[in-house]
């Protein structure tokens, strides 16, 4: 499943899957629909074992499992599906049991505004203010609320944003890479003389230098202006003080 076309091609190859269990079927479902591995279906309840049966038979690899209505409803991904006394089908958001509606922990590290002591969004309306500028800042603990009321007194609305996000979390920073095996760099060679050769290079530095150095060794002064230099004068360029320029 590592592949981005896999999703694709498992959804195609389980709507032909479907539609040929479906097919061969005595018991025909009245409503089938899928999202990703979750089907609501709609069958007459005496149907729904053999139905299971059947389908299950059909790909061994492939098992359904099935969970029925209680109380005329049935959740289906994040919605609760309801039969209405007339036969109507009715949804509204689904809840898990588990679920307490806290979303931020009291003493998490959020703007106080966010919270309530239960730890709850606070969702009290708060009187609509006119500023002139709007401010956005990184959230510090307890500083942060004070900036916010000096900004305000100053017609500025302050608003915080976390530094740390899932992506700086979750993805690694690349290494740096070394100046030296980078292409297209500015560099300095300089000479015991004082004075220092500039030169640029589409290519890694470090191969740039090197050639220098041979230029040098083999006396070549026609590709090299500082084994020109070194030839003429008799001086040495300093190789481990090299430096790019950024």
Same mark, same amino acid.
């Given at each position: 499943m590592g592949s981005p076309v896999s999703a694709i091609i498992a959804n195609l190859y389980m709507e032909s899957f479907e539609e040929q269990a479906i097919a061969t079927s005595s018991y025909k479902p009245r409503i089938w629909k899928r999202y990703v591995d979750d089907t609501f279906t709609i069958l007459y309840r005496e149907n729904v074992d053999d139905f299971l049966l059947h389908i299950n038979n059909h790909q061994p690899s492939i098992r359904f499992t099935t969970e029925?209505?209680?109380?005329?409803?049935?959740?289906f991904l994040d919605t609760a599906v309801l039969r209405e006394p007339d036969g109507r089908l009715t949804t509204s958001v689904y809840r898990k049991p588990t679920h307490t509606d806290q979303y931020l922990a009291y003493d998490s590290h959020h703007p106080q505004s966010k919270?309530?002591?239960?730890?709850? /969004?606070?969702n009290s309306a708060e009187p609509t203010n006119? #500023?002139?500028?709007?401010?956005?800042?990184?959230?510090v603990k307890c500083l942060s609320e004070q900036l916010r009321r000096c900004l305000k007194q100053q017609g500025v609305r302050a608003v #915080?944003?976390?530094?740390?996000? /899932?992506?700086?979390?979750?993805?690694?920073?690349?290494d740096a890479v070394d100046p030296a095996k980078q292409d297209g760099v500015v560099y300095r060679i300089p000479c015991e003389c004082g004075k220092v050769y500039i030169g640029e290079t589409g290519r890694p530095m470090l191969d740039r230098i090197e050639e220098h150095d041979r230029d040098i060794r083999l006396a070549r002064t026609e590709t090299s202006a500082v084994s020109e230099h070194a030839h003429n004068t008799g001086h040495k360029p300093l190789w481990n003080e090299v430096k790019f320029i950024d």
């Open positions: 029925t209505e209680k109380d005329n409803k049935l959740a919270l309530t002591k239960t730890g709850k /969004p606070n006119e #500023f002139k500028a709007t401010a956005v800042l990184p959230y #915080f944003k976390s530094e740390t996000t /899932p992506r700086s979390q979750l993805v690694p920073s690349k």
